[in-house]
């Protein structure tokens, strides 16, 4: 009985066993199939596009110019709305870019943004504004325009878990939006990493084997706002971890208990036998 329980036990225990070169991260490439890739590493500030929501807030030592661009005459600093850019009152600056790829902003009226950088946008916005207020006042005003792109995130699905996930800074790698959803499990499948891009209406499906060293030389080492990253989970792989873990544990208990219980009632037939 313990020999057939064990011979069933034991394509259990290999089924929950996953060899290191399935899950290690940083492999070089060419060492069990482990592919190589391109140096084409070439980071590029962000690009605007049409649906992002941009956060605008003009300075000025004139209150009143300020007052006139600004909702509400109170500014809040950047590193306040890093720590919350969900809302809240930074609707008050923000601004969508519409269909056009302009934003309406006031006293200016349409502005084209959509393919340029936050910094493009601020020195455009800087011109813009200087033009009018030369024409509102006599005395000249410097004003300092402050934009960021709020509400950026990215998503992953897998089955160690989902969910979606807020961008706080500027660059973000593959491997810290991981770590962000919580890495990816002991059976996700590493090898066929896919991220899902949709660029000005087209969507882009991009697979990789992250495990590989090149990774971070390469097109997929830094994700973008709206990008959806997804694990699958390694083929031929039918059981869960726990759902394993949890059905030799209670093999292993059963197992331990019956060989409890089978002790003890061949010392009682001994016992028996002796008194005889």
Same mark, same amino acid.
């Given at each position: 009985?313990?020999?057939?329980?064990?011979?069933i036990?034991?394509?259990?225990?290999?089924?929950?066993?996953?060899? #290191?070169?399935?899950?290690?991260?940083?492999?070089?490439?060419?060492?069990?199939?482990?592919?190589?890739?391109?140096?084409?590493l070439?980071?590029?500030?962000?690009?605007?596009?049409?649906?992002?929501?941009?956060?605008?807030?003009?300075?000025?030592?004139?209150e009143?110019?300020?007052?006139?661009?600004?909702? #509400?005459?109170?500014?809040?600093?950047? #590193?306040?709305?890093?720590?919350?850019?969900?809302?809240?009152?930074?609707?008050?600056?923000?601004y969508?870019?519409?269909?056009?790829?302009?934003?309406?902003?006031?006293?200016?009226?349409?502005?084209?943004v959509?393919?340029? !950088?936050?910094?493009?946008?601020?020195?455009?916005?800087e011109?813009?504004?200087?033009?009018?207020?030369?024409?509102?006042?006599t005395?000249?005003?410097?004003?300092?325009?402050?934009?960021?792109?709020?509400?950026?995130?990215?998503?992953?699905?897998?089955d160690?878990?989902?969910?979606?996930?807020?961008?706080?800074?500027?660059?973000v790698?593959?491997?810290?939006?991981?770590?962000?959803?919580?890495?990816?499990?002991?059976?996700?499948?590493?090898?066929?990493?896919?991220?899902?891009?949709?660029?000005?209406?087209?969507?882009?499906?991009?697979?990789?084997?992250?495990?590989?060293?090149?990774?971070?030389?390469?097109?997929?080492?830094?994700?973008?706002?709206?990008?959806?990253?997804?694990?699958?989970?390694?083929?031929?792989?039918?059981?869960?971890?726990?759902?394993?873990? !949890?059905?030799?544990?209670?093999?292993?208990? !059963?197992?331990?208990?019956?060989?409890?219980?089978?002790?003890?009632?061949?010392?009682?037939?001994?016992?028996?036998?002796?008194?005889?």
């Amino acid at each position: 009985m313990i020999k057939k329980l064990l011979i069933i036990l034991l394509p259990l225990l290999l089924a929950s066993c996953v060899t #290191s070169r399935k899950v290690n991260l940083m492999q070089e490439a060419g060492k069990h199939k482990i592919p190589s890739y391109a140096d084409t590493l070439s980071y590029e500030d962000y690009q605007v596009r049409v649906g992002d929501r941009m956060y605008i807030y003009v300075y000025s030592i004139d209150e009143r110019v300020s007052q006139m661009f600004n909702s #509400s005459g109170h500014g809040i600093n950047a #590193s306040q709305m890093r720590q919350n850019n969900m809302g809240g009152s930074y609707d008050l600056y923000t601004y969508l870019v519409l269909e056009d790829g302009t934003i309406d902003y006031p006293m200016v009226g349409k502005v084209p943004v959509r393919g340029k !950088t936050t910094r493009e946008i601020k020195l455009l916005l800087e011109k813009e504004l200087a033009g009018y207020i030369a024409s509102s006042y006599t005395e000249y005003q410097v004003v300092s325009v402050e934009v960021n792109i709020v509400r950026r995130s990215f998503s992953v699905i897998s089955d160690h878990g989902s969910g979606t996930f807020t961008i706080q800074k500027e660059k973000v790698t593959i491997y810290e939006a991981l770590a962000m959803a919580g890495d990816i499990g002991d059976f996700g499948d590493r090898s066929q990493v896919r991220i899902i891009r949709e660029t000005e209406g087209k969507t882009q499906i991009k697979v990789f084997d992250i495990r590989s060293k090149d990774i971070i030389n390469s097109e997929f080492y830094y994700i973008e706002p709206n990008d959806v990253i997804y694990i699958q989970r390694i083929k031929g792989q039918s059981f869960g971890i726990n759902s394993v873990t !949890t059905t030799i544990s209670v093999a292993a208990t !059963t197992l331990a208990f019956g060989g409890f219980v089978y002790g003890l009632i061949v010392r009682i037939m001994n016992r028996i036998d002796a008194s005889k």
